[in-house]
């Protein structure tokens, strides 16, 4: 039993690390490391102020949307990218607008966005014949769906978000945490969380090909709550929130390609065993 478990364990960290080495030697691989890596900081960026804003129910809804633009654009024989880019801006827009009304709480104007948008796309999706291998990667996410045009838009657009959520971290923090004193401050509190909204919305439109409809919401939310097991600060938060977001996706890429299973469940399956592991850190050497 030991000679065989000294020649097996070894021959199959061999395959084990030959699958890693042939990985990085795929275009698509490398695509996919480029996108994960630069969503990763923005999904963990935003993620900060999402936790801080007590609306873990924004992903969901702004990936029900996404799926609804899916279901749009394959029912019209659309570009996909571009028709759920376009109606998960439109949404952010009129989820802020209902927000912004006070009529209805902020939760709820999420919930019922979300489960209408998802009842439609169910709908129009079921009018549909055929399999679907792009409806799968999209709601499950496959690092073999990103193309070049993948990488020059995300090279293109998360930067532009992550340039603008820098300089409106100030106010955006003023409305996260006091919304009637930044109104007193002379903050413009329906443009702020207009904008809000809006960046989270680009980068789950951008990000749903790796991540997937589904899990996505989670991409934003573990992140944070990782960083918030350790940091004292803001600053501290961000750095170990993008950090853990990753390390994960790189994880994630990487297991997903030797095991052959979907991206998105692999970096989410990281980041809830990297959420594990430092409230057990904590839990041991930090009381």
Do not use: W
């Not at 990936?63 to 609804?68: G, N, P, Y």
């Not at 409806?135 to 978000?161: E, H, K, M």
């Amino acid at each position: 039993m030991s000679n065989f478990l000294a020649t097996t364990l070894p021959h199959t960290s061999m395959n084990t690390l030959n699958l890693i080495a042939e990985a990085f030697s795929y275009p698509f691989f490398v695509r996919a490391l480029y996108v994960g890596g630069i969503i990763s900081v923005a999904g963990a960026m935003l993620g900060i102020y999402v936790v801080l804003r007590r609306e873990s129910l924004m992903g969901h809804t702004i990936a029900d949307i996404s799926f609804l633009g899916i279901a749009i654009g394959l029912a019209l024989g659309m570009n996909l990218d571009l028709i759920t880019t376009l109606v998960a801006a439109l949404a952010a827009i009129a989820i802020a607008i209902l927000q912004n009304t006070g009529r209805f709480s902020s939760d709820s104007v999420l919930a019922f966005t979300a489960e209408v948008s998802l009842a439609v796309a169910i709908f129009i999706i079921s009018r549909l014949h055929g399999y679907r291998v792009d409806l799968l990667q999209y709601l499950f996410g496959d690092i073999l769906g990103i193309s070049s045009s993948d990488v020059v838009v995300s090279l293109a657009l998360i930067p532009a978000i992550l340039i603008i959520l820098f300089f409106a971290r100030k106010k955006l923090l003023q409305v996260t945490f006091n919304q009637e004193l930044a109104i007193s401050a002379g903050t413009n509190v329906p443009l702020y969380n207009t904008l809000f909204t809006m960046l989270v919305a680009l980068t789950i439109a951008v990000g749903i090909k790796i991540i997937g409809i589904i899990l996505i919401a989670a991409f934003l939310i573990i992140p944070a709550n990782i960083a918030k097991v350790f940091a004292r600060s803001f600053r501290e938060t961000a750095i170990l929130a993008v950090l853990s977001a990753i390390l994960a996706t790189t994880m994630g890429l990487i297991v997903s390609y030797v095991l052959d299973i979907p991206s998105g469940a692999m970096i989410v399956m990281s980041l809830g065993g990297m959420l594990l592991l430092a409230m057990g850190i904590k839990g041991l050497f930090c009381r």
